[in-house]
């Protein structure tokens, strides 16, 4: 199984930045792609950048130029830089990664999401 850690939410006002970490740990064979997700309350989950293994990238309109993915593929870590954070950025975000991992001697998929960290932006 491979389980995925977020880090570095919390408050901030807005025009300020955050930057969210999510470390991949467990019986990681490859990663393919990493993104980060966001849900606001009473809306569905979407997603708000992602990184392939190769460095492409790609990103939701309503956050291109203000985020920035990542990833150190030695760590098995993404990150996720947010800087001129709006009101409507609060959200709880999630990391997911897809790849391959091992069990009982095979090499199988994964498709893994992260508990999600809380990002409020307010004054």
């Known amino acids: 199984q491979v389980q995925l850690v977020e880090s570095g939410g919390g408050l901030v006002q807005p025009g300020g930045s955050l930057r969210l970490s999510c470390a991949a740990s467990?019986?990681?064979?490859?990663?393919?792609?990493m993104a980060w997700y966001r849900q606001a309350p009473g809306k569905q989950r979407e997603l708000v950048a992602g990184?392939?293994?190769?460095?492409?990238?790609n990103y939701a309109g309503s956050v291109k130029d203000r985020f920035t993915i990542s990833r150190d593929n030695a760590k098995n870590t993404v990150y996720l830089q947010m800087n001129r954070l709006k009101p409507e950025d609060t959200a709880v975000y999630y990391c997911?990664?897809?790849?391959?991992?091992?069990?009982?001697?095979?090499?199988?998929?994964?498709?893994?999401w992260g508990q999600g960290t809380q990002v409020t932006v307010s004054s």
């Open positions: 997911n990664a897809n790849g391959k991992t091992w069990y009982s001697a095979q090499i199988t998929n994964f498709d893994s």
């Open positions: 990184i392939t293994i190769g460095g492409s990238t």
């Open positions: 467990g019986n990681i064979f490859s990663i393919n792609a």
